[in-house]
């Protein structure tokens, strides 16, 4: 059965997961960098806003605004360019989770949970250590990572 269109509203920021189309399977450190790559060819394509993502052993994490497409669009980018540059076919699961953010609280719980992950899990001792996330960016730029 084909997965239902997305609800998509313009100008709206959205937070999206997908996963590795394998359970139990994760990527290593190689297609980590490429799955990263393309997230930023993408962005500076201007096909959508980044504001934060994280690149999970098993799963990815954005907030994105888009510009050019909507959100199915801008996934199966990310999806089919980072698998064609790992050279696996079918790579990551069908389809993806997405959820409009309406409200400033949302966002900023969204925001902070995209770089709290892999603390959580143990990947990193602090979020901005972590190196396939958006964090450190925040680190640098703001000198602090998350909401209060």
Do not use: C
């Not at 997908?18 to 962005?43: H, P, Q, Y």
């Not at 409009?100 to 990193?124: C, M, R, W």
């Amino acid at each position: 059965m084909a997965q239902p269109p997305h609800f998509e509203i313009d100008g709206m920021i959205y937070f999206v997961s997908t996963r590795i189309a394998n359970i139990g399977r994760t990527f290593n450190r190689s297609e980590m960098k490429l799955i990263d790559g393309t997230i930023k060819e993408l962005t500076r394509e201007g096909y959508f806003v980044l504001i934060a993502y994280v690149i999970m052993p098993d799963h990815l994490h954005i907030l994105l605004k888009p510009v050019k497409d909507g959100i199915s669009k801008i996934m199966q980018m990310i999806k089919g360019r980072s698998s064609k540059a790992i050279n696996k076919g079918k790579f990551w699961q069908k389809g993806f989770y997405d959820l409009t953010l309406f409200s400033e609280d949302k966002f900023k719980k969204k925001f902070n949970y995209i770089h709290y992950n892999p603390v959580k899990v143990g990947l990193a001792e602090r979020a901005e250590n972590y190196k396939f996330s958006s964090a450190m960016y925040y680190k640098n730029r703001y000198g602090a990572v998350f909401y209060e």
